[in-house]
């Protein structure tokens, strides 16, 4: 049973650019979180999907925006990237009774250079 | 608003040795705690959750924490290392069990 599967692993861009970052949930999981972890720092919420709509948001700026599919995938989208936005970018799923709490991936690795 | 503390951002225990992980955290109501751990280059691992059934909490790999109200602690341990244990360990809380916020880190080197 494949876990919470991101892509892609690695990515670079310059500043400016605008980028996509793709989640599948793990099988039966219809609930998907996005975080962003700055090196040697702890993750940070940026927002939450359910039933394709977003349900919180942390502190991040409009220029981060999502999506979530009929079939519970997910995108999170940057825009106007700036240096301080190269992190591992994680997803986490869980159920909606998140009984077993979240399943994160291994991220995708953003750098702007 | 939630947050959390980790007293301590590098552990170096031996191997054999008691691990402890401390973790405080505030929070305006009854929160959810949690542990996880992360290893090189790979993404977060549910090591334990509290969610008010019971203050001693078992998880993976032979770690339990334990939930003190009256001290808002929800410290991590493991009676006895092991090389594979070396990891970031990162604590966090939500007060809904939506939002994760999560503490700095704590990096753990186990001796041989």
């Known amino acids: 049973d494949a876990g919470v599967t991101q892509s892609p692993t690695h990515l670079i861009k310059t500043r400016g650019q605008q980028v996509t970052l793709r989640c599948s949930p793990k099988?039966?999981?219809?609930?998907v979180s996005w975080y962003q972890q700055a090196l040697g720092q702890g993750p940070q919420f940026i927002f939450q999907?359910?039933?394709?709509?977003?349900?919180q948001r942390g502190n991040f700026p409009d220029r981060f925006s999502g999506h979530q599919f009929p079939n519970y995938s997910s995108e999170l989208n940057v825009n106007a990237l700036l240096l301080g936005d190269s992190a591992l970018y994680l997803c986490?799923?869980?159920?909606?009774?998140?009984?077993?709490?979240?399943?994160f991936g291994s991220g995708t690795r953003l750098t702007v250079v | 608003a939630q947050s959390v503390t980790q007293l301590g951002s590098h552990v170096s225990v031996s191997e054999g040795a008691l691990v402890l992980l401390r973790c405080n955290y505030s929070?305006?109501?009854?929160?959810?705690l949690f542990w996880y751990v992360q290893y090189p280059n790979q993404g977060l691992q549910l090591l334990l959750k509290?969610?008010?059934?019971?203050?001693l909490v078992k998880g993976i790999n032979g770690f339990e924490a334990e939930f003190k109200k009256s001290e808002t602690s929800f410290h991590l341990t493991k009676p006895s290392a092991h090389m594979s244990d070396a990891a970031e360990y990162f604590c966090?809380?939500?007060?809904?069990?939506?939002?994760?916020?999560f503490g700095a880190g704590t990096t753990v080197t186990v001796r041989a």
């Open positions: 986490a799923s869980s159920s909606r009774d998140r009984e077993y709490g979240y399943t």
């Open positions: 099988s039966g999981h219809d609930t």
């Open positions: 999907y359910y039933e394709e709509e977003e349900r």
């Open positions: 929070s305006s109501v009854p929160p959810y």
């Open positions: 509290y969610t008010s059934a019971a203050t």
């Open positions: 966090a809380v939500s007060p809904n069990d939506y939002k994760l916020s």
